[in-house]
């Protein structure tokens, strides 16, 4: 096909009428897409507080345990020079 072919093909699908809908399937994707809306509002409100949660439980550990301070020694150095 060459470019007019092509063009003429183009206009030929454009200008043809709509297919007929029906009635009521405007309810279906309606409340489809409200239902599909929710869920996805309620997983990311999940998501974050999941990340607040798992947030929180870091910083609970982390004052506890420490992991920044060096562990104390488990054995005594040599004592030298009684």
């Known amino acids: 096909m060459n470019r007019p072919e092509r063009e003429a093909a183009v206009r030929q699908i454009m200008e043809r009428t709509a297919p007929h809908v029906p009635p009521e399937l405007h309810a279906d994707v309606v409340r489809r897409g409200g239902r599909i809306l929710r869920r996805r509002t309620a997983a990311r409100r999940l998501l974050w507080l ?6 929180v439980a870091f910083t609970v550990w982390a004052v506890v345990a420490q992991p920044w301070v060096e562990p104390p020694s488990q054995t005594t150095p040599p004592v030298s020079g009684w």
């Open 50 to 55: 999941l990340l607040c949660a798992a947030t």
